[in-house]
């Protein structure tokens, strides 16, 4: 091993992209932008403004124009103005299509219609479907007159297909050859097109209908004897695509079968586009992102410097939601108030019964949501699963449910409570379980997502649920 | 657009495989097992049982394997064992491969130590590493035997690397070329290979000491003249990714740059494998269930059929800890009998003060733990963001605040007590805009994940704090 031969060497390699160095260049320009900023109090020598933004738009026109994205999201909106009037105009519509929604919107509404329209011509039919819903209403009707014919087609192709399908996440980038042609042919023809589009693994076939014959995997292009024609090499077995198929469906065949790309054909069979890794682990990313926010009750991605008026309209519905829920859970306490008033250690006592039984719900509902999500759960299996799950809330319910008595026993010294304690912990946890393995399944007969506000609902029973079977217990047995 | 012709035509199109046919796959496995059960009641005739058995292996043998891993999660443990019998011993390994951790443990547990040899000796030195931590000790050795030498070593510096690293997710399959050669032989060496391993769309320039000089992508070696010689055609400029790279951070890179693969390099710049998009979408997969999962208190992926006890094993710990802080907030409530006893309703608004402030320190906390994961959130603007939450929380303590306020004094014909539930829910608010940032901001600081416990953290602060608030004014104005 040539170790210190091969460390002093290190300086003579090819100019190399690691993983850190996009921090670096963000901590650069936070650098130069704290310069700009007034500083009062210390009067510190600084550069004149106008070298210090030069310097900046030096480092962004090295930057790829994700990393500039990530770039404009980590900056206050002041800030990420400055910066964005610095970025290339020819680079916006990249960038753009980089930017959660949030702050996309934040930027386009910081621009001309004339800029937008130019940024929108140096993209593809598919990239400016995603970004036409954010456009104004007459910039979008600009840019779609200004479309050559076939792109305009691609377009509305595009845009017909619902969100959450494979339509809305293909592109029109496939390169496409004959059967009949020899493969010397088809490599001086890819020749001629100089570059291929990113992520092409392999060619398609296609007949003159514009069907899909086959496929031919670029390895298998390089490794064969260029006198064979395309028909002695192509696969004819590939995954095929619908563009009403669900974008989740797809991902999951992406994952299954380690694709890197898959043809999308009409029910004619005829080619329309191609569905790429990278779309994919786009849409895996944000479907991702849309589950863990939703659980938390925020209904987008929100901007992080987003003025507290926009973060309280993303916010609110969920609060009102949760408040109608405890609103109810705080009757049913009410109609308790009785027992309470004769035995006060009930209402330090009910929330534990209560918090558990969601805890445990929320346990229940999410490996059965997520069981759900990747097909694991056949129908005829519900009931077996409904056993488990009381078998599982049984075992907890003994062991808490006796831990939780001792405890009030040993706090207010009295038997009858501490059994009605162990009692109530008991049931709720079996209504949780109950509830967690019936709320899925009635949504899933019903036609529904199941995991939409599964959280919500399990703890709304639980702790409903929970104070009832406490409160009740104690009134029975108690007073 | 030869509308019925092409109708007409569909029979003739080659072997597709389409999304729908999964759940075909399983459906028709499902109902030959159907058959296999004894059927107690209705005594129907049924084919025999060899040939019922004949028939599901024959559909087995015609499904990719990761289709019958699908398959082997779907059934509850004993029919899996049944059809985990009936695969072919050749594809063991690459459906073990598949599997999530618990359902395969339930199969090697089912495997005699040969079987588990012959199923790691169809593996590659990756592919081992990631099986071996599940195989009992005295396999594991006479796997890590069986292999040769160079595989040997390959398989020691895969599992040299902790999980969550580049170096435990990359693969060894990379293929290599020196920079002086002409693309003429390059293409010679490629067709002499037969086959190119999946996932190759660059190749890797490498000099006499296996330093990375630049990469090929095979689109350009396509299309590039067969004359020219490497050096001429590669690029230097790459992503270079290291073995103790976060695999976080691999990921979003691939993202961002739309990568298909990259090289992994040692710290002299030697090539020692490669990663590719298939593992990193793999990687956002496991690691997006493993934060749905943690967030609602389950350690691991549970098997949907386990057995009651290995639930309750990968549930409790949680529990346990909510029990904690739900006693906690208990001997809140505790100190303020005196309060309750005077004034019951007290006792049946308080969730709603805690509820409310638990949900909205959920919404903080989650949206500020996704933009650090993002990166989007630099040190110097923690105080910006504390001021636009506390903001938020203004806003939702004074709309959410006065409606509860005027419902109390509506339910109770108590004025005052409508201004202590009015003024307490804004406290709490506040404190949950507070704690959401400062749980994050400290965990940072102290190099902790922000993520982990993030909920179980506010919650605790807005339950015990929500009844210590409320309660406490109560006390002091009402009573």
Redo the contacts between chains.
């Keep these: 091993m040539?170790?210190s031969?091969?460390?002093s060497?290190?300086s003579e390699?090819?100019?190399?992209?690691?993983?850190e160095d996009?921090?670096q260049s963000?901590d650069e320009v936070?650098e130069i932008l704290?310069q700009l900023r007034p500083q009062d109090e210390r009067g510190a020598a600084r550069e004149p403004e106008e070298l210090l933004l030069a310097k900046v738009r030096a480092k962004l026109d090295r930057l790829?124009p994700?990393?500039i994205a990530?770039v404009l999201?980590?900056l206050?909106r002041d800030e990420r103005l400055v910066v964005w009037n610095l970025v290339k105009a020819e680079r916006d519509g990249e960038i753009l299509l980089?930017l959660s929604d949030a702050v996309r919107e934040s930027l386009i509404a910081s621009m001309e219609p004339g800029e937008l329209l130019a940024a929108a011509e140096t993209l593809e039919a598919d990239e400016i479907a995603d970004l036409l819903p954010d456009l104004p209403e007459d910039v979008a009707q600009d840019v779609i007159r200004a479309l050559p014919q076939e792109e305009r087609e691609r377009l509305r192709a595009a845009l017909s297909y619902e969100e959450g399908t494979v339509g809305a996440l293909m592109d029109f980038d496939q390169v496409t050859v004959r059967e009949d042609v020899t493969l010397e042919a088809v490599?001086r023809y890819?020749?001629r097109?100089?570059?291929?589009p990113?992520?092409?693994?392999q060619l398609f076939v296609l007949d003159r209908?514009r069907?899909?014959?086959?496929i031919v995997p670029?390895?298998?292009?390089?490794?064969?004897d260029l006198e064979l024609e395309v028909s002695q090499v192509m696969s004819?077995?590939?995954?095929?695509?619908?563009p009403e198929?669900?974008a989740e469906?797809?991902a999951?065949?992406?994952?299954?079968?380690?694709l890197?790309s898959a043809p999308v054909v009409d029910?004619?069979?005829?080619l329309i586009g191609r569905l790429t890794?990278?779309s994919?682990?786009?849409h895996?990313?944000e479907k991702?992102?849309q589950?863990?926010?939703a659980?938390?009750?925020?209904q987008e991605?929100?901007d992080?410097?987003?003025p507290?008026?926009n973060?309280?309209r993303n916010?609110?519905a969920?609060?009102a939601l949760?408040?109608v829920t405890?609103?109810i859970?705080?009757?049913v306490?009410?109609a308790f108030?009785g027992s309470?008033?004769k035995l006060?250690?009930?209402?330090?006592?009910?929330?534990?019964v209560?918090?558990?039984g969601g805890?445990?719900g929320?346990?229940t509902?999410?490996?059965?949501v997520?069981?759900l999500a990747?097909?694991?759960?056949?129908s005829?299996?519900w009931r077996?699963?409904l056993r488990?799950e009381l078998?599982?809330a049984m075992?907890?319910g003994v062991?808490?449910g006796t831990?939780?008595g001792a405890?009030a026993y040993a706090?207010y010294g009295n038997v009858s409570l501490g059994g009605v304690m162990a009692l109530a912990m008991l049931l709720n946890l079996l209504l949780a379980a109950g509830m967690g393995v019936a709320i899925p399944y009635f949504r899933v007969r019903l036609g529904r997502d199941p995991a939409v506000g599964a959280?919500v609902l399990i703890t709304a029973c639980t702790?409903s649920g929970g104070?009832f079977i406490f409160l009740g217990l104690a009134t029975l047995f108690l007073l």
């Design positions: 040539p170790g031969a091969g460390a060497a290190v390699l090819p100019t190399r992209l690691e993983v996009l921090q963000l936070q704290a790829h994700a990393d990530v999201e980590t206050p980089e490599t890819l020749r097109l100089d570059e291929l990113g992520h092409t693994d209908e069907r899909l014959r086959g670029l390895a298998r292009l390089i490794v064969s004819q077995e590939s995954l095929q695509l619908h198929d669900g469906d797809a999951q065949a992406f994952e299954r079968y380690d890197v029910h004619f069979g005829r890794v990278n994919v682990v786009d895996i990313r991702s992102a589950t863990q926010l659980e938390s009750g925020l991605e929100e992080v410097f987003a507290v008026w973060s309280f916010r609110w969920w609060l949760n408040l405890a609103f859970a705080s009757r306490i009410g108030e309470i008033e006060v250690a009930l209402a330090a006592l009910m929330p534990i209560a918090g558990i805890n445990s929320n346990q509902i999410t490996m059965i997520r069981a990747l097909g694991q759960i056949q005829e299996y077996r699963l488990k078998g599982v075992l907890n062991a808490w831990l939780l405890v706090l959280s702790d104070f």
